[in-house]
Each structure stands twice: as structure tokens, then as C-alpha cells.
Nanobody, 122 residues
Framework: VQLQASGGGLVQAGDSLRLACAASGHTFREMGWFRQAPGKEREFVATIRRSGGTTYYAESVKGRFTISRDHAKNMVYLQMNNLKPEDTAVYYC??????????????????WGQGTLVTVSS
């Protein structure tokens, strides 16, 4: 089972970027994105459920980021619009099954991708 994240890069404030995460070997019930800025703890960004497509967002990204899922390709995407310098971080995709609570808690996710760096200049 592997998660492979891609799509990071260097952009200017106000720009858009789309991250992609390819899952192989397993279809997770929930897949999400977390990020970790230098010197900070990993924080929740967004998660989407396989069944029904329910989405969850951190307050800091609501209205700017959109998470989506392609079941046929077993991929999850994070469309990031109106990027801000404070969005600069390494972004990780993650998957989990069998847990009903703590959807924003990184410790409840049991499979992680390698991370992709997003840098937003002012």
C-alpha cells in the first residue's frame, strides 16, 4: 500500500495550485491532506470520505481549498486557490479506515505519503 503525493511548487500569493495523491494497493475509507510548516506541528487541512463524498476542512482553508476524489483512479486532489504565504508547508496525503472519530487528528491516519513542498511567496 502506497500513497504518492505530487503537485507542489513555488507560487506567488494569490495563485492556485493543485496537489494530487495516488493510492495504490488499497482504497481508504477516508483520505486527507495535512501540512507541516517549518518549526510547526503537522496540522489538518482537509479530508474526504469515500462513501457520500463528505468533506471536512480546517477553518484556515475553508473557501479557498477544495478536496476531491476520483474513485476510478484511486486518487485524491487538493485544489488550492488564493494561496497565502502562511500556506507554505510540506503537504502530506494520508489515508485511514475503521475509525469513526478524530477525523482531523493526524494520529488516526495509518498510511502516509512522502510529502510535497508548497512555497508561497509574498
Amino acid at each position: 500500500v502506497q500513497l504518492q503525493a505530487s503537485g507542489g511548487g513555488l507560487v506567488q500569493a494569490g495563485d492556485s495550485l493543485r496537489l494530487a495523491c495516488a493510492a495504490s494497493g488499497h482504497t481508504f475509507r477516508e483520505m486527507g491532506w495535512f501540512r507541516q510548516a517549518p518549526g510547526k506541528e503537522r496540522e489538518f487541512v482537509a479530508t474526504i470520505r469515500r462513501s457520500g463524498g463528505t468533506t471536512y476542512y480546517a477553518e484556515s482553508v475553508k473557501g479557498r481549498f477544495t478536496i476531491s476524489r476520483d474513485h476510478a483512479k484511486n486518487m485524491v486532489y487538493l485544489q488550492m486557490n488564493n494561496l497565502k504565504p502562511e500556506d507554505t508547508a510540506v503537504y502530506y496525503c494520508a489515508g485511514r479506515d475503521g475509525i469513526l472519530t478524530g477525523i482531523m487528528d493526524a494520529t488516526t491516519y495509518h498510511r502516509w505519503g512522502q510529502g510535497t513542498l508548497v512555497t508561497v511567496s509574498s
